[in-house]
Structure formats: structure tokens, C-alpha cells
């Protein structure tokens, strides 16, 4: 489990998104097993209390369950793990569009760009110039 955690989100935060981006990609199954919070804080390098945290957040939006002693599992529930997809795929979406919005580029224009980059078989980190 790798996580680049940055300094301006709280790391509990970065530790959800690691998780709802790893469920949306199909990384993380439905009712897979998770490292208990000990062991994720040993793996991440984080406060034991960070973790609980995070786990306390995730089981509260029905991301994962936890039963008595078992280990934690992600939901089953297929309406969380589809508003898990549809929130990071909103995220990016409103993140461009403000990126896009604030240089004044006509909707066709972009749409046309973005229909043309995600036909693109390469890896999508060139940008081409015209």
C-alpha cells in the first residue's frame, strides 16, 4: 500500500481518498478484508489515532464494516460503491472545468480536446501542440 500524502490535506482525509480511489479502480473488492488500523498505521507511517480516524470516517459513510473482533471489510453495498465512483469521477470533473472556465475556452473547443485525449492510446501525459 502506497500513499503520497501531501501537507495540505489532513492525512486522515488522504487515507480515505487512498481507499475510495482504490474501491472505484477495483483494487479493493466487495467484502475483501483491510488491514486492521495497527497495521495500516504501521504501513503508512502514521499515527495509530490517524488511522482510527480514518477507519471511524469510512465506517460511517458505509465505505467498510466492521463486526465485533472480525476484521474490517469493504461494503458489499452497491449503491456506496457506486457514489464512491460517481463522486471522484465529479471531483475531476469540476476541477477541470474550473481549470478550463477560468481561461475562457468555448465548451465545443474543449469538448472536441477531451474527446481527442481520451481517444488517445497513449499514456496521456504529453500535451500536444497544434
Known amino acids: 500500500m502506497n500513499v503520497s500524502f501531501n501537507k495540505r490535506d489532513p492525512?486522515?482525509?488522504q487515507v480515505i481518498r487512498h481507499f475510495k480511489e482504490q474501491i472505484a479502480t477495483g483494487v479493493f473488492e466487495p467484502g475483501q478484508e483491510i488491514p486492521s488500523r495497527r497495521e495500516l498505521a504501521n504501513r503508512l507511517k502514521?499515527?495509530?489515532n490517524t488511522a482510527q480516524r480514518a477507519y471511524k470516517k469510512m465506517e460511517e459513510a458505509g465505505l467498510i464494516t466492521t463486526e465485533r473482533n472480525l476484521p474490517s471489510?469493504?461494503?458489499r453495498d452497491e449503491?456506496?460503491?457506486k457514489?464512491?465512483?460517481k463522486e471522484l469521477i465529479m471531483e475531476a470533473v469540476n476541477d477541470f472545468v474550473?481549470?478550463?472556465r477560468?481561461?475562457?475556452v468555448p465548451v465545443d473547443e474543449v469538448l472536441e480536446l477531451v474527446k481527442e485525449k481520451y481517444d488517445d492510446k497513449s499514456d496521456g501525459k504529453e500535451v500536444k501542440d497544434d
Open 11 to 13: 492525512v486522515y482525509v
Open 46 to 48: 502514521i499515527n495509530p
Open 73 to 75: 471489510k469493504i461494503t
Open 79 to 81: 449503491h456506496v460503491l
Open 83 to 85: 457514489s464512491v465512483r
Open 98 to 100: 474550473y481549470s478550463v
Open 102 to 104: 477560468s481561461i475562457n
